[in-house]
C-alpha cells in the first residue's frame, strides 16, 4: 500500500514519519495486534486506554451485528430505546452511591466539554448563574474540543488555537519528582496541592466559580498518580465553597484501577463523572457523563412538556454502541475484570519499578494497571528518546505508548504474568540498545 499519497489526514500523528514507515495493523485478538504483514503485536496499552476486555470479543462482536441487524438507529431526541435505558442503569450501578444519572456521548471530549455545560447549567437553574469560571490543572488532559482544552493544561494542545473559553483558570500539577520519584503506587507528598485551589478562591471568589475538573490520575501527561489525601483534600474545598467537582475518568473509569473507577480506588466521590474508552470496550464509540441525582434534580424544574437541558448528539445512545456497551459491561462481569488490576498490580509495579537503573531511566510511576516510565529527554529534543524506545519495542513486537519523554503502559485487563514480562523485557532490552 502506497502511504505516501495518501488522503488520509492522521490525527496526533507525525504524518510525513508516519507515511514514509507505515504502522499498520489488521487483525486483534485477546492480548495481541497482528501488522499488515501478519506480525504479531503484544498490546501493551489495550489500544487506547479502551480495550480493558482484550481484542475481538465474541460477546461484544455478537451483540453489534444483532443490534445493527435489528434496528440501526433511534433518533435520541424525544425518543430512545431500551438498551439506551438499560446501559444507564447498569453504568450507574457500577458507580459510586448517590451517582445514578448518566448522559451518553460518542467520545472522551463531549463528555468533557457536556459536563462543563451541566455544571454552568446546574448553577444556572439553582439561580447561581453567577458561577461561570471553569478550572482546570496544569498538565491535565481532557480531550481535544473548546472546552476540554480550555480547562486542559498541555501546551501543544493549546498554543494553535486562540484564546479559547473565557473565564478559565488553572491549579498547578501535582508532579514532584524531588520527593516522590520512584513511588511504588500513591506519592506520599503533595496532598497540599489541592491548596492551590484556595488560592484562586481568593483570587476570583467562590461564588464566581462553577466547577473543578481533574483527572484522578493524569495519563496523557505522563502518568501521574495523585498524592495521598489530595484528592479528599480537593473534595473538602470544593465543598466548602459549593464548587461541583468532575473526575475526568476516560482512562481511570472500567477496572484501570482496580475498582469500577478511580473514584472508589480513591475514596473520593465527585460531583460529576467523565467516561468513555473501556465503557464499550472501545468497539464502538461512546462515551458519557454520569451525575449525582442531586444534579439531575436540579434540571427537573418547569413545565414539563419543555425540554430541561438543550444538550446532545445526534448519535447520543446509539443502539450500537449501547449494545457494545452491555455486552462489554457482562464480559467484565462474567471475568471479574473490573477488579482484577487488583490481584495483578503488585507483580506489574515490582516488574516496572525493576527497570530503576537501566539507561536514561529517571523515575517510574504506577496505579492499578498504569505504568509510566520516565526518560532523560536527550538535550534540546524532548521527546525524541522516548519515541526511539517506542519504535524499536514495535519492531520488537511489542505496541507502547509515548506521552513526552514518558513510556505508559495500560494494558488489557486480562493481561497475564508472561505479557508483563514480555512487555518490561522489550522495554530493557530496547533502552541498552539506545544506550
Ligand atoms: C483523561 C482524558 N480525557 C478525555 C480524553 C478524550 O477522549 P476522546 O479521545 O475519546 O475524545 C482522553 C483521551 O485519551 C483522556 O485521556
Redesign the pocket.
Known amino acids: 500500500m502506497d502511504t505516501t499519497q495518501d488522503a488520509y489526514w492522521m490525527p496526533f500523528t507525525a504524518n510525513r514519519q508516519f507515511k514514509k514507515n507505515p504502522r499498520l495493523l489488521s487483525k486483534a485478538s485477546g492480548m495481541h495486534y497482528w501488522d499488515d504483514q501478519g506480525r504479531e503485536i503484544l498490546d501493551g496499552v489495550a489500544g ?2 479502551c480495550v480493558n476486555a482484550g481484542h475481538g470479543r465474541d460477546k461484544i462482536t455478537q451483540a453489534i451485528q444483532a443490534q445493527a441487524a435489528e434496528m440501526d438507529f433511534c433518533p435520541p431526541f424525544q425518543m430512545a430505546h431500551p438498551k439506551a435505558f438499560e446501559l444507564a442503569r447498569r453504568v450507574a450501578d457500577l458507580a459510586p452511591a448517590g451517582m445514578g444519572k448518566v448522559f451518553f456521548t460518542n ?4 463528555s ?1 466539554d457536556t459536563a462543563l455545560k451541566m455544571a454552568l447549567a446546574y448553577h444556572r437553574v439553582r439561580g447561581e448563574g453567577q458561577r461561570t469560571r471553569l478550572i482546570g490543572r496544569e498538565r491535565g ?4 474540543n473548546f472546552g ?1 482544552i480550555s480547562v486542559g493544561g498541555m501546551v501543544a494542545n493549546r498554543k494553535m488555537f486562540g484564546s479559547m473559553l473565557g473565564g478559565v483558570d488553572h491549579i498547578r500539577h501535582t508532579h514532584d519528582p524531588a520527593r516522590n520519584s520512584y513511588t511504588v503506587g500513591q506519592p506520599a507528598h503533595g496532598a497540599e496541592f489541592a491548596d492551590d485551589l484556595e488560592r484562586l478562591v481568593a483570587l476570583h471568589d467562590a461564588s464566581t466559580i462553577a466547577a473543578v475538573i481533574v ?1 484522578p490520575v493524569a ?2 501527561t505522563g502518568v501521574l498518580v495523585p498524592p495521598v489525601g489530595y484528592l479528599q483534600r480537593l473534595r473538602e474545598i470544593c465543598d466548602k465553597h459549593g464548587i461541583l467537582l468532575i473526575f ?1 475518568e ?2 481511570t473509569g472500567f477496572g484501570r484501577t482496580g475498582n469500577p473507577f478511580a473514584a472508589q480506588t480513591f475514596g473520593v466521590t465527585p460531583d460529576l463523572m ?1 467516561v ?2 473501556g465503557l464499550t470496550n472501545g468497539a464502538v464509540p461512546m ?1 458519557a457523563v454520569i451525575a449525582r441525582d442531586s444534579i439531575y434534580d436540579a434540571f427537573m424544574n418547569g413545565p414539563e412538556h419543555l425540554i430541561e437541558f438543550f444538550h446532545g448528539y445526534t448519535y447520543s445512545a446509539h443502539p450500537l454502541a449501547c449494545a457494545a456497551g452491555l455486552a462489554t459491561l457482562d464480559t467484565y462481569a462474567e471475568e471479574g475484570l473490573l477488579t482484577r488490576a487488583q490481584q495483578v498490580q503488585a507483580y506489574f509495579a515490582e516488574s516496572l519499578h525493576a527497570l530503576r537503573g537501566e539507561p536514561n531511566v529517571i523515575d517510574v510511576r504506577n496505579i492499578g494497571l498504569v505504568g509510566g516510565i520516565e526518560l532523560a529527554s536527550l538535550p534540546g529534543e524532548p521527546a525524541k528518546r522516548a519515541f526511539g524506545i517506542f519504535l524499536d519495542c514495535y519492531k520488537e513486537g511489542v505496541l507502547i505508548r509515548t506521552t513526552g519523554d514518558t513510556l505508559a503502559l495500560s494494558p488489557p485487563l486480562i493481561i497475564e504474568r508472561e505479557h508483563i514480562d514480555r512487555i518490561v523485557g522489550t522495554i530493557r532490552a530496547a533502552l541498552r540498545r539506545a544506550a
Open positions: 487506547l486506554w467520545s472522551g471530549s463531549e468533557v488532559y481532557h480531550g481535544v476540554g483527572e495519563g496523557s475526568d476516560v482512562i467523565v468513555a474508552k462515551g
